[in-house]
């Protein structure tokens, strides 16, 4: 249940509003509720027109809302999915009966949020490293959002694993804009959700995987400490802990599973109410493996839950191709994904839930 607060629509741009850390705290909580997770429909215009590519679609405006209106009214989606991350493109534009989607969630009892960074860019004088832009005028920018509906946002870092790199300045500069951006939105009575994402990218072993991943983490949540951030009132969305992409030898699930947990637990504070992972280019089915080996391992100090985007959508990105007779076949995909991962929330994922879908 979205608390009462969250589903008034009544804020307009500019308004003061009456946000206390209580209230951040539970919605924080309600993002992490058992058995749900996230959908990250945020896509950006190259992202999206990657996706669409992938389908020969053309990313037109209308396309990317009628995408959007297909997943965000899947029938029963509610049932495992708490929230859903909005592109700014996207908070601004209406379902076919005229509702803005933040209305169509909200009403559907899932809590909107929105994507508030302007994307990672060369970070200049360290090669092959990013930097995530968008703090200048972020605070304005957090009003309006409120004003279009939005209760949570989130703002994603990218390190990026190689030779010699990531460097320490990286990292340091990184976690310096997380933990502005995390301060800023409980100020303006937004649930930040800190991404910083280790990228698979790369040939190293887990083990470098694991070892970066501590480090960011290590150096994220210093910041946020220093800036004052309320761990209460915040999610986390990291990377699992896996082998690069590249590696000739690839961890199976088990040991993926036992990285992850193991690295969280040495640096992510039990105040946090929950880790909302990041699928990062994983397959569908494997995302969905991973997250329920670490619930299996529980019992844990935060909820382990899912703010996944490709592995959710996917399959259903493939079954819809583009084309309005495939709207109803696209959601039944997505449901099935969302059900899933919902099991996965539980350990009570099994390939034989695949099998029974197909
Ligand atoms: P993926 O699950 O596709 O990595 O997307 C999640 C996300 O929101 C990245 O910022």
Known sequence: ???????????????????????LESVARTLVAAGKGILAADESYPTI????????????????????????????IEKFISGVILFDETIRQAAQDGRSFSEVLAQNGIIPGIKVD???????????????????????RLIEYRGLGARFTKWRAVITIGKGIPSRYCIHANAHALARYAALSQEEGLVPI?????????????????????????????????????????LLKPNMVLSGKECSEQADVAKVAESTVRCVRRFVPAAVPGLVFLSGGQSSELATEH?????????????LSFSYGRALQEHALKAWKGEAANISKAQNVLYHRAECNGAARFGKYSKEMEAAAT
């Not at 249940?1 to 209230?23: C, F, H, R, T, V």
């Not at 037109?60 to 965000?72: K, Q, V």
């Not at 997250?291 to 909820?303: F, I, R, T, V």
Request: glycine content about 8%.
């Open 1 to 23: 249940m979205i608390p009462a607060l969250y589903m008034k629509n009544s804020y307009k741009k500019g308004d003061i509003l009456p946000m206390n850390q209580q209230e």
């Open 49 to 76: 027109k990657k996706r669409f590519d992938s389908i020969n679609h053309d990313s037109t405006e209308e396309n990317r809302r009628s995408y959007r209106e297909l997943l965000f009214t899947t029938p029963g």
């Open 291 to 303: 997250l329920n080996a670490m619930n299996a391992l529980g019992k844990h100090p935060w909820e």
């Open 118 to 140: 302007k994307g990672a860019k060369d970070l200049a004088g360290f090669s092959g490293e990013k930097i995530t832009e968008g703090l200048d005028g972020l605070r304005d």
């Open 194 to 234: 800190v991404e910083p994402e280790v990228l698979m990218d790369g040939d190293h072993d887990i083990e470098r995987c694991e070892e970066v991943t501590a480090a960011t983490l290590k150096t994220v949540f210093s910041e946020l400490f220093e800036h004052r951030v309320a761990f209460e009132a915040m």
